[in-house]
Every structure is written in C-alpha cells, then in structure tokens.
C-alpha cells in the first residue's frame, strides 16, 4: 500500500509573519464536542482555522445517512472553498471534542491570499492533496472489501492518531481518535452491521483489541497486508 508523506497542515506550513497575519484577521472561539462548526449547505461568509482539538468532516445522504469524509486538526482550514467560491459549504464540520477556532471573514481570507502568494500556493497544494486522497478511496472503495478497506483506515489511523510506548515500532499501539462503529461504517462506506463483523473478524486474528470508542492495534504489519 503506497502511503502519502505526511505534510504539515496549513496554518503550521505558512513562514511566520504570513501565519500572524492570518492570526491577525480572526477572532479566536471555542466550542464543545458536537457542536456545528458550519452545516452542508449553509452560505457562513467565513473561514475557520482549527487551534486545537479535532473536528469531523462530513456529508449526509438523502436518508440521513453520515458519510464520514476526513478528520481534521490543528492548523487545518474548515470552509476555504466555500469562502475562495462562494458556494455553499459541501459537508458538515462537527467538533469532536473542545475544540479551538480562529474565525476568518471570508473576504478577509481572499484578501490574505491576494496579499500572501506563498500562502495561496500553500492552499493549492492543501486541496490537490486533499482531491488525490478523494480519488485514492474511490478506487479503494471498488477493489477492496470491507475487512480490507478497514484495515486501510486503521492503518492511516495509528499512523495520524498512534500512541505507543517505547520506540515508535512498539507494540501496542492505541488509535487516540474516538470513534463510534457508526462513524467508522461512515468513513469507510460501509453499513455498520458490516463494520461490526469486520472488526470481530480482525479481533479474531489477533491483530487489534477494542473497547468503547477506542482501538489498539496489535499487529499493525498485519494490518497493512490486508490493507493492500
């Protein structure tokens, strides 16, 4: 399985005097786990920049069914295509803890990217990364199955969120994101009757533990060969 280098979200990668000047246009808020940050199809007229904590991006269908699309942190950009477009947001940002926000009028951050062509480069980059990890899980959701397209996301999940003692090969190593089976069947496009099964399957081998809203992986070269 080819794995992305892991690039700095936006707000670190700016050069120091472009990310205070950012800092300079917003006013910072905080707000609680589960809480709204923007709604799909809602015109906010603003940008948010993640402080700290994590918040869940995602989409619904005509049934009301939630499909998770990513999880961004800090330094991430909430609503930057809404605000370069002028469109609607496309997915529904939920904070997944407490959560710490700089709030940037829309204008202002048009304004900022005018101003800063370094900066503007930087989003460019952010979303053609973001659109290639788009059309890497379509083609995963096609030719891979259930138990293997979780593996996949756990595999990315101990690599973003891993916590292990000792060397950074130690065993175990506890995925520090919590999700529900819900949200996973979400994010892997799955019902999840079909996660649940898919994770009694991996347990069964040996490869992960779980418990509420927290795994560990075990065996996490096992989970990469099943991952491909």
Not at 25 to 35: D, E, F, H, S
Not at 137 to 154: H, I, M, N, P
Not at 166 to 178: E, K
Request: net charge positive.
């Amino acid at each position: 399985m080819e794995e992305s280098p892991v690039k700095e979200p936006f707000l670190f990668a700016l050069h120091r005097d472009h990310a205070e000047a950012l800092r300079a246009l917003g006013r910072k808020i905080q707000v609680r786990a589960g809480t709204a940050v923007f709604n799909e199809g809602d015109v906010s007229g603003r940008v948010a920049v993640i402080l700290s904590g994590r918040v869940k991006v995602s989409s619904f269908t005509e049934d009301g069914r939630e499909v998770v699309l990513a999880v961004r942190g800090a330094g991430d950009l909430l609503g930057e295509l809404s605000a370069v477009d002028g469109e609607p947001h496309g997915s529904t940002a939920t904070a997944m803890e407490r959560v710490d926000l700089l709030i940037v009028p829309s204008s202002l951050f048009r304004r900022f990217l005018v101003d800063h062509p370094a900066a503007a480069i930087l989003l460019l980059e952010m979303v053609s990364r973001r659109l290639r990890d788009a059309d890497r899980k379509r083609v995963e959701f096609g030719s891979l199955d259930t138990v293997g397209r979780l593996a996949r996301r756990l595999v990315e999940m101990t690599g973003s969120y891993g916590r292990a003692s000792g060397s950074p090969d130690a065993r175990p190593i506890r995925i520090d994101l919590p999700m529900s089976q819900q949200e996973l069947a979400g994010w892997i496009g799955a019902s999840r009757e079909a996660v649940s099964k898919a994770l009694h399957t991996l347990r069964a081998r040996g490869w992960i533990e779980t418990g509420r809203l927290q795994i560990t992986v075990l065996d996490l070269d096992a989970l990469k060969r099943r991952a491909t």
